[in-house]
């Protein structure tokens, strides 16, 4: 096994009450490896991170993970009741690993310092996601997991974080997995873009957008480096009731 | 003064102490119907408890314990929704427990048991009382920072590698305990009032969840006396008036706090 493997998922499937969520999925993440899976709504990414997580049993496969793999894990949304009155600061030191002398590191990588007293239920969207991260990091993982991070976020926005988490992988040396809604344009620092609608649609490597002077202005040299674009290659295509549906070879 | 107003003080202090805490986490964690059914179930607790001729307090403890694992096991399944099941929980062994009881040839006071009998609380009473409340705090404070990491967010806390089923059942019997002794100080149809408006008052208040938790207790406990009082002078139903009280505190913080906001 590459000494370097942090999860090593093969040919998981799911199926709950005679549904196919999964069919035959593989997936490997390795350190300081960016994998991102894009796919529609309801194609099964949050199963696949969810099972990758051991928070759901596959119906077959198996996973296997390195060794005493340390997990962050940036969920989509935090449910939080405002009945609960808790500070971010405290929301940290809750982590069950959490390394509470990094508090204030951690919150300056992710860029939420002024936020160390806040309560957690005045937090602004963007706020709360950076918070999240913090919490996922305040672990020291080796392995990332973030579900669809940049959720909501407009594409400057989604331009920033990508750099902020590309500088995450760099920093901890860490292996990223990130669930994106966003079918096309995804961190150029992806290492591998999987595809996903029950099975794997296509994989690859998502294209370094060129220095097109139109898509340039459109986004600003900066912003235009982090994103990449991801062209898809299908052999079928997918029926409105999500069944797979074979292209005919002309 | 009289011994047993002394009793009923000491009865309803240790209550509201214990539903300071533990009503946060119903707040929080929206039990509130849960608590409701596992008070509802009691009156089948007192009605074993009466076949079987074994101590009540006893048969109410166990069959509100039962009755919560059973809870427990039902939240991790779907099918009907968990409203509709824990009213048919609650009302039927509330139903088939009077049901029951008229096969007995016991005659038992239904006020006491619905309302809260406060005044007539025994030291007997007080050691099932003291000795519940003493476990549930120390259990609650072992287990604290654990119980709010699964309520905050609980898939996160299962990633993070906390029990989250085995942590809920705690909770659940922990509530279980506490409704099957308070019966005499508020009686099985007021219990959860003690348990939500407290919190419901001290949340305005507070910055953090312990904070939260005390202020409630100190709540609880002001509106122990001030029904105790209500009772002594007025000769009101005792378990009622403490609930009044809570709900004079509520409307009085909400009135602070618009105060506040000017």
Known sequence: ?250 | MADFIIRALLAGLMVAIIAGPLGCFVVWRRMSYFGDTLAHSALFGIALGLILDISLQLSVIVACMLLAVALVMMENRRGLSTDTILGILAHTSLALGLVMISFTDNQINLMAYLFGDLLTVSWNDLIWIGASVCIVLGVLFANWNRLLTITLHQELAQVEGLNVTRLRLLLMLLIALIVAVSMKVVGVLLITSLLIIPPACARAFSKTPESMSVMASIVGCIAVCGGLAASWFWDTPTGPSIVVMTSLLFIFSRVAVSGEKG
Do not use: W
Request: charged share 20%; net charge negative; with cysteine.
């Open chain 1, 1 to 250: 096994m590459d000494e370097n493997f942090l999860i090593n998922a093969s040919n998981i499937s799911l199926e709950i009450e005679q549904r196919q969520i999964l069919n035959n999925i593989s997936l490997q993440v390795a350190k300081e490896q960016i994998v991102t899976l894009i796919g529609p709504n309801g194609a099964g990414k949050t199963s696949l991170v969810k099972i990758v997580l051991g928070l759901v049993q596959p119906s077959s496969g198996t996973i296997t993970l390195r060794k005493g793999l340390r997990v962050g894990y940036m969920p989509q949304r935090l449910h939080i009741d405002p009945s609960m009155p808790v500070s971010v600061d405290r929301f940290l030191k809750l982590a069950v690993n959490a390394n509470r002398s990094e508090i204030g590191g951690v919150l300056k990588e992710v860029g939420a310092s002024a936020l160390l007293n806040s309560q957690l239920h005045s937090l602004s969207g963007g706020e709360l996601q950076r918070v999240l991260l913090a919490r996922a990091l305040i672990q020291a993982p080796q392995l990332l997991v973030l579900d669809e991070p940049v959720q909501g976020v407009d594409v400057n926005g989604q331009a920033e974080l990508y750099r902020l988490i590309e500088n995450i992988r760099t920093r901890h040396k860490c292996g990223i997995l990130l669930v994106s809604h966003d079918l096309h344009l995804v961190m150029s620092a992806t290492d591998e873009v999987i595809c996903l609608n029950q099975h794997v649609c296509c994989h690859g490597h998502p294209e370094q957008v060129s220095n097109d002077p139109a898509y340039l202005e459109l986004f600003g040299k900066k912003d235009a480096e982090t994103l990449a674009v991801y062209t898809h290659h299908h052999n079928h295509s997918h029926d409105l009731g999500g069944d797979i549906v074979e292209k005919r070879e002309k």
